[in-house]
T-cell receptor, first 116, second 112 residues
Framework: DTAVSQTPKYLVTQMGNDKSIKCEQN?????MYWYKQDSKKFLKIMFS???????INETVPNRFSPKSPDKAHLNLHINSLELGDSAVYFC???????????????FGPGTRLTVL | LAKTTQPISMDSYEGQEVNITCSHNNIATNDYITWYQQFPSQGPRFIIQGYKTKVTNEVASLFIPADRKSSTLSLPRVSLSDTAVYYC?????????????FGKGTHLIIQP
């Protein structure tokens, strides 16, 4: 069983569209994250949720809106997609509610988003 | 926010010991050092974490000198499957985004 799963694995769409990426973890963890890995391979945190509450919100355009219906799910909705949004998006989870670097993070397989 | 510097790439051969060094001159007193491994088309995977001296697990060892301004990830007897990108992260425990930017990492290539 996959610990952290994401759907879809690939997403190709036109500029201006709205799309969502789903993430689920079956590890019973309290904290979930979204990361973006750009073409230069930098992997940067976007958001972090602890028990459905937002605890980290980095400088991300407000076109990106995370939604956590329960602590096992953290979905990412992106409005008005732009070319620069093309990247691989990773979901992750960790046990500790405090989050941060000392919490071992378990990553999903990634979603490759291509905006045309 | 401690910044890290790693070599962009390294090459080695199967069976060798590989040491990847990360510089973090501005490390703070409450910062920890964590290493992750990422294979192509996969998310990163935790390898090891430490605060000072030496930490060893079944996969790797982490050496941290007394001044903590650098750290070395040591992979014993590497195999082809160790070809991956290795990220060094430095940041405080207890929350926040500090230290959660992975940077470019070190691309390790193992040859037969």
């Amino acid at each position: 069983d996959t610990a952290v799963s994401q759907t879809p694995k690939y997403l190709v769409t036109q500029m201006g569209n709205d799309k969502s990426i789903k993430c689920e973890q079956n590890l019973g963890h309290d904290t979930m994250y979204w990361y973006k890995q750009d073409s230069k391979k930098f992997l940067k945190i976007m958001f972090s949720y602890n028990n459905k509450e937002l605890i980290i919100n980095e400088t991300v355009p407000n076109r990106f809106s995370p939604k956590s219906p329960d602590k096992a799910h953290l979905n990412l909705h992106i409005n008005s997609l732009e070319l620069g949004d093309s990247a691989v998006y990773f979901c992750a989870s960790s046990q500790d509610g405090a989050g941060g670097i000392t919490d071992t993070q378990y990553f999903g397989p990634g979603t490759r988003l291509t905006v045309l | 926010l401690a910044k890290t510097t790693q070599p962009i790439s390294m090459d080695s051969y199967e069976g060798q010991e590989v040491n990847i060094t990360c510089s973090h001159n501005n490390i703070a007193t409450n910062d920890y050092i964590t290493w992750y491994q990422q294979f192509p088309s996969q998310g990163p995977r935790f390898i090891i974490q430490g605060y000072k001296t030496k930490v060893t697990n079944e996969v790797a060892s982490l050496f941290i000198p007394a001044d903590r301004k650098s750290s070395t990830l040591s992979l014993p007897r590497v195999s082809l499957s160790d070809t991956a990108v290795y990220y060094c992260l430095v940041g405080p425990s207890g929350g926040g985004a500090d230290g959660l930017t992975f940077g470019k990492g070190t691309h390790l290539i193992i040859q037969p």
